[in-house]
T-cell receptor, first 116, second 114 residues
Framework: GAGVSQSPSNKVTEKGKDVELRCDPISGHTALYWYRQSLGQGLEFLIYFQGNSAPDKSGLPSDRFSAERTGGSVSTLTIQRTQQEDSAVYLC??????????????FGPGTRLTVL | AQSVAQPEDQVNVAEGNPLTVKCTYSVSGNPYLFWYVQYPNRGLQFLLKYITGDNLVKGSYGFEAEFNKSQTSFHLKKPSALVSDSALYFCAVRDWAGGFKTIFGAGTRLFVKA
């Protein structure tokens, strides 16, 4: 079956511009996560959605970052007024959520963001 | 708050030798523990997990991990390393008390030399 997909795969933007990154989770997965992986670094948790509950935004690094999830499925991560330090690979993952709380996460291929 | 530590940035091992990649964690409740692997130019893949039961869990590609509650550790092991095991390995913890938020360690790069 289809896995987690992300688009675009690569995004180059100029400093100060806004960008939107998209994630399509596995069908039926109620939990969706966004992470950031900087070059040579680990995964930094950004935000987590579970069904219709309020998202856990505790990992968002600044108010320039926001995310939404429409209809409990597709999610969009928006970065406003991008800075060079935002350059990283942004990973999305999904999980069955409450239906399978001990399940592993399924990761998308990531979006590589480069801010010039 | 939950946290994960991978004390080694890099582990070097000769092919055929046993390997260990270390992970320690901190949670307020019972932990769900995971290992993931990231091969060059590929996405993150699940290796194995500990939820409950036997402390020794077996996963993909011949890997196993031992849950040690007293030491709050979940070290990844393999009896005989392969060059193809060279990759970036991440330990992750989910605290049931914290919902489904999952925190990842900084990662350990494994180099297996022929």
């Amino acid at each position: 079956g289809a896995g987690v997909s992300q688009s675009p795969s690569n995004k180059v933007t100029e400093k100060g511009k806004d960008v939107e990154l998209r994630c399509d989770p596995i069908s039926g997965h109620t939990a969706l996560y966004w992470y950031r992986q900087s070059l040579g670094q680990g995964l930094e948790f950004l935000i987590y959605f579970q069904g219709n509950s309020a998202p856990d935004k505790s990992g968002l690094p600044s108010d320039r970052f926001s995310a939404e999830r429409t209809g409990g499925s597709v999610s969009t991560l928006t970065i406003q007024r991008t800075q060079q330090e935002d350059s990283a690979v942004y990973l999305c993952a999904s999980n069955p959520g409450l239906a399978g709380g001990n399940n592993e996460q399924f990761f998308g291929p990531g979006t590589r963001l480069t801010v010039l | 708050a939950q946290s994960v530590a991978q004390p080694e940035d890099q582990v070097n091992v000769a092919e055929g030798n046993p390997l260990t990649v270390k992970c320690t964690y901190s949670v307020s409740g019972n932990p769900y523990l995971f290992w993931y692997v990231q091969y060059p130019n590929r996405g993150l893949q699940f290796l194995l997990k500990y939820i409950t039961g036997d402390n020794l869990v077996k996963g993909s590609y011949g890997f196993e991990a031992e849950f040690n509650k007293s030491q709050t550790s979940f070290h990844l092991k393999k009896p005989s390393a392969l060059v193809s095991d060279s990759a970036l390995y991440f330990c992750a913890v989910r605290d049931w008390a914290g919902g489904f938020k999952t925190i990842f360690g900084a990662g350990t790069r494994l180099f297996v030399k022929a």
